[in-house]
C-alpha cells in the first residue's frame, strides 16, 4: 500500500479538525430577564448550569434587567435573541410587532403592590395620590391594570415614579407603593421584620400569566432548531429546578430564596408538559 505523504496527512488532521470544530461549536446567544437576579429565573439558571443548553450546543448569557433595559425592543432588535416578557407582550403583538410567544412559565402572574404597614394604605381606595413605584411595560400589564379598573382607581391620580429597583426607596418612605415580586421583597421585609401590606391582583380575582418566555418572529424564520432547542432545554431546567428545590436554592442563590421557591411554587405549573401553552 503506498504511503500517504506527510503533506497529505497535514492536510487530512487539519480538515478533521475544521470539520469537528464546525459541527461542536457552540451558538452564542442571550436571554435578557424583565427583573433583577432572583430565583424567579430558576429554570433558566438550572439549564445554563446543569449544561442542558450545552447539550443543544448553546451558549446561552443571561442578562439581568436594569431600568433602562426596554426587553421587547432589546429582543426585536437582535440585541437579545430571548426574552422574558410580562401580560404586557399582548399589548405589544396587537401594535403589530414581531412578537412569538414560546411559554408561559407562570400559569399565576407573581406581581404584587406592596406597601408599609405603617404607610396606612388599608385598601386599593387609599392609592389615590400616593406615589407608586413602577416600570413603564408594567403600567401596560393586564392584572395590575384590572385591579386599578376594578377599583375605580385611574393612573392619572396616582403619582408615577421610575422604578429604582431599591427595596431601601420603599423602606425609607421615598415611595408609598413598589411593584414587587411575592416571591423577593416581602421576604427581605421579613428578615428586617418591617410590617407590610401586599396587595395582589389575584386576591382581587384577576390573574393571568406571566414571565412569558418570547422571541422574535425573524428568530423562529431564520433559527427554527435554535428556538426549539432553546425552548426544550429552559423547560427541562424548569422541570429540574422544582423537582430538586433544595438543590437549586443552593446552586444559585443560598438559603437567602428558599422563601422565593416556596411561594413561586404555587404560581407555576408542576407538570413542565402544562408550561407554554400560550402562543401567539
Not at 6 to 15: E, G, K, N
Not at 124 to 146: G, P, Q, V, W
Amino acid at each position: 500500500m503506498k504511503k500517504l505523504s506527510s503533506l497529505t496527512i497535514l492536510v487530512l488532521l487539519c480538515f478533521n479538525t475544521i470539520f469537528a470544530d464546525s459541527s461542536t461549536k457552540s451558538e452564542k446567544i442571550s436571554l435578557q430577564l424583565q427583573w433583577l437576579h432572583q430565583f424567579q429565573f430558576a429554570g433558566y439558571y438550572i439549564a445554563k448550569e446543569k449544561g442542558f443548553y450545552k447539550d443543544n450546543n448553546l451558549d446561552v448569557e443571561i442578562k439581568e434587567y436594569s431600568p433602562s433595559t426596554n426587553v421587547t425592543e432589546d429582543v426585536l432588535s437582535n440585541k437579545s435573541q430571548y426574552g422574558i416578557g410580562r401580560s404586557s407582550l399582548i399589548l405589544e403583538k396587537s401594535k403589530d410587532k414581531n412578537i412569538v410567544a414560546l411559554a408561559a412559565i407562570f400559569q399565576s402572574s407573581p406581581l404584587i403592590l406592596l406597601a408599609l404597614e405603617s404607610s396606612n394604605i388599608k385598601t386599593t381606595d387609599d392609592f389615590r395620590n400616593k406615589r407608586i413605584m413602577i416600570t413603564e411595560d408594567l403600567l401596560k400589564t393586564t392584572s395590575l391594570n384590572a385591579m386599578m379598573i376594578s377599583s375605580f382607581i385611574k393612573m392619572d391620580e396616582l403619582n408615577i415614579q421610575v422604578h429604582s429597583l431599591n427595596l431601601n426607596d420603599l423602606i425609607n418612605k421615598k415611595t408609598d407603593l413598589m411593584v414587587s415580586y411575592i416571591s423577593n421583597e416581602p421576604f427581605r421585609l421579613q428578615k428586617q421584620n418591617i410590617k407590610y401590606k401586599i396587595f395582589s391582583p389575584k386576591d382581587y380575582g384577576f390573574d393571568f400569566y406571566d414571565d412569558i418566555l418570547f422571541t422574535s418572529k425573524d428568530e423562529t424564520l431564520n433559527h427554527a432548531p435554535r428556538v426549539e432547542s432553546f425552548r426544550t432545554a429552559s423547560l427541562r431546567g424548569w422541570e429540574y429546578a422544582f423537582n430538586n428545590i433544595e438543590e437549586t436554592v443552593d446552586l444559585i442563590l443560598k438559603k437567602a430564596l428558599e422563601f422565593g421557591a416556596a411561594t413561586l411554587g404555587e404560581v407555576i405549573e408542576n407538570e413542565v408538559e402544562g408550561v407554554g401553552m400560550l402562543k401567539f
